[in-house]
């Protein structure tokens, strides 16, 4: 049974602490590590931990640019340098397994989980906590009410970073989650391109292009183009898609010391029939409801069009020395456009009646303007040169909703079972609702990587930040001002040439509109996040491993208490949770024709109660994705792909006899990804893609408690030509 109701029972305490609830595990993750690592490789490390006390200067030389990331403190540093949790899912990855949107690429991102409430509107989560930063080419602002509208497409980005835990020292605002990162692909110095063909199951038909050349003899102007479409329909009732997306980008060398790029995209989303909601969990008595896989709730005219624009333009100057400033300026617009239907009630067990109709047109528009200028190079300190960062940003963000209804909420239409999407399209004239409101934001930031020792870095860090939004979101007022400063310190030392230890602390901060029942405003959520952990390097940085111990708290998270009829509001109180875990991440070649990479995460959740909290994010999840080249067969390359979660579950407002609540639950689940590609030549390559091969029936989130059934087994073959 792919989920069920029960009664939930007496709720359980737990303690979360850094010895109870993490230590006790570590032995776990050490013997994955140890599955993981390669045997030679593991004697080496045994060579390093018994030499630790050696204290010889480490020569790192030969890194690539793939190989570093400025995500967590405007530097570049490898994953060993880096005193946080970063995971990146490449190029090459996503064009191995067919990872064309964010949803696919994030689903294999260790301690991520993808809450896919409805077919084009999704959560995200890590340690617990939403993801509500999003970034391209390290910068953006807060995804408005945290939650992603339509489709992101992958084909212009080079790789996705995502940097696990409270980034306040660069975000300045979210949650002490994660941050996702998607880095641009850019032009190259020689001509290079390819394009594909996909076919695949549900009539997927997709065509891409990627150009890339220089645009004078000189070489010093360069372009580069990416286009992008697709059709398809769906494992879902009447639900089929759209998408189009165009990219192109320049980049020219004003001097020898000066670089500038500038680029726009355009993504547009024509989905039809989405959901908008989805189906109920479970009937009137408590028991689970059982609907086929294909099961939709939308209506036969529904749609949700979106149109995604972004242009941005950045300066790379040389200031002499070793010191360089960065300047860039995003610009960001989408359009929403949508009649959607949704469905609520509780259907009878028997007679499957009960559910009503609640139809609705919505418009809205996102506009954002984002800006970063900061300076990195060195200085000279007791005899040694120390690493700076000094930078500020500034950001404009303008929502604008409009929903319609019509006098038709509340009509029955039936059952479910028999519900084929045809419901009269009402005239959306009876009221209307909305949200208009204008965030602001400026920070300032500071930066020091200190080099106290050839083995011992110490980073610290300030971000000061001054946020306001003004306005109304859906009769809520929402007008709020905050200024936070927000400390960040991490150190690393190397224990030889493979390994260092690594602890870290970041704080981060988010405005709230909310108000309590006394009408006063809740004030804002504050994060933090505290982790230690060792990571390894091998093969001069092809191969990282880190296992990471990690306590994330959010305090003061609005949440709905009740309403007031004397005011006309809803009213919130604040409340605090606690994750403590640890992850395991890998990634990389153990062999030049073998790459690995996922993880595994750990943790408990709980409330300042010490009851579970938010019980519909798994506790564990395991992602896993390989693919070698065979040695005997040239040309051939074989790949596989396991995401794994554990139970979850949700309290509903049903009562068994003895007067505790029915639960919602999803069993812990698999699945299972098969990957086979083969060059033909050095111009043609084909590749197949078997998703879910053990066809598992799953509700893949119970974020709200209406959901609906992931996608069983499908196939997708991808056709490339390189230039």
Known sequence: MPFRTTPAGPRRRSAVSAVSAVLPRTALALALAAALVPPALADEAATAALNATDLDTVHVTGKRREQTSASATRLDLTPRETPQSVSRVTREQMDDFGLDSVNEVLATTTGVTVEQVETDRTYYTARGFDITNFQVDGLGIPLPYGIQNGDIDTAVYQRVEVLRGANGLLSSTGNPSATVNFIRKRPTATFQGDAGLTVGSWNLRRIDLDLSAPLNAAGSVRGRAVAAWQQDESHLDRYSRDKQLLHAVIEADLSPTTLLTAG????????????????????????????????????????????????????????????????????????????????????????????????????????????????????????????????????????????????????????????????????????????????????????????????????????????????????????????????????????????????????????????????????????????????????????????????????????????????????????????????????????????????????????????????????QTLRLSTSVRVPRVDGLKLGASLRWQDGIHRDIAILDPAGNPYRIEQDAYALLGLMAGYDFSPQWNATLNIDNVTDEKYIPSLYWEQAFHGAPRNVSLSINYRF
Request: hydrophobic share 35%; net charge negative; charged share 25%.
């Open 264 to 619: 726009a995209s355009r993504q547009e989303n024509r989905p039809n029939s989405p959901m908008w909601g989805a189906l109920p969990m479970y009937y009137s008595d408590g028991s689970p409801t059982a609907y086929d896989t294909s099961t939709s709730t939308a209506a036969e005219w529904s749609y949700w069009d979106t149109d995604h624009t972004r242009a941005f333009v950045e300066l790379q100057q040389a200031l002499g020395g070793d010191w360089n400033l960065r300047a860039a300026f995003n610009h960001e617009d989408k359009r929403e456009d949508s009649e959607l239907f949704y469905t609520f009630g509780v259907p009878d067990p028997v007679t499957g009646e009960g559910l009503m109709a609640y139809p609705s047109q919505y418009g809205g528009r996102f506009k954002a303007r984002f800006a970063d200028v900061y300076a990195t190079g060195t200085m000279a300190l007791g005899g040694r040169r120390h690493d700076v960062v000094l930078g500020g940003s500034w950001a404009r963000g303008e929502n604008h909703e409009l929903s319609w209804y019509g006098d038709d909420i509340g009509t029955p239409i039936g059952r479910l079972e028999d519900f084929d999407g045809r419901y009269p399209k009402p005239a959306f004239d009876a009221y209307a609702d909305g949200s208009d409101f204008d965030y602001a934001r400026e920070s300032v930031y500071a930066t020091v990587r200190w080099n106290l020792h050839d083995r011992f870095k110490l980073i610290t860090g300030v971000n000061r930040s001054r946020v306001e939004t003004v306005g109304a979101s859906y009769g809520e007022p929402v007008d709020t001002e905050e200024r936070r400063t927000l400390p960040f310190a991490g150190a690393v030392l190397d224990l030889g040439a493979h390994y260092s230890l690594y602890g870290s602390y970041g704080e981060i901060f988010s405005q709230q509109g909310e108000t309590g029942i006394d009408d006063r405003p809740v004030g804002p959520v504050t994060g933090s996040n505290a982790e230690i952990g060792l990571k390894g390097e091998w093969l001069d940085g092809a191969m990282d491993v880190s296992l990471a111990l990690f306590r994330a708290r959010q305090d003061n998270l609005a949440e709905y208490a009740g309403f007031n009829p004397d005011t006309g509001r809803s009213y919130y109180a604040g409340t605090d949770a606690e994750s403590a875990g640890f992850e395991l991440d890998v990634s990389g070649r153990i062999r030049p024709n073998w790459w690995i990479g996922g993880g595994y995460t750990r943790f408990d959740l709980e409330d300042a109660a010490g009851n579970e909290a938010r019980t519909y994010v798994p506790r």
